[in-house]
């Protein structure tokens, strides 16, 4: 039986995302676009600018990176900088 991987490593590859790709995401609050930074099997990392409508870990959320069908997803961090602010989200599907 194969043993987890250990907590360091992640599951799966990230993959620098397309730069002519962005990302939609749609929400209670509304719908607003983000810029993809990376991509993995089972989720990815956003930015979406200051002042969008405000999100909250654990909100779920659908998801368009792209010319790829929408998915839904959760949003499991968020990453507070300057301008932009960075969001880690799962898929749920």
Request: hydrophobic fraction near 45%; charged fraction near 25%.
């Amino acid at each position: 039986m194969p043993s987890a991987p250990p907590p360091h490593r992640r599951r799966s590859v990230r993959f620098t995302a397309d730069p002519a790709w962005a990302a939609t995401i749609s929400t209670a609050l509304g719908r607003f676009a983000a810029l993809i930074m990376n991509e993995a099997k089972g989720g990815c990392q956003l930015a979406i600018r200051r002042g969008v409508p405000d999100v909250q870990v654990g909100d779920t959320c659908s998801v368009t990176l792209g010319i790829m069908p929408e998915v839904r997803a959760e949003i499991v961090w968020i990453g507070d900088g300057d301008e932009l602010i960075r969001l880690g989200l799962r898929y749920l599907e």
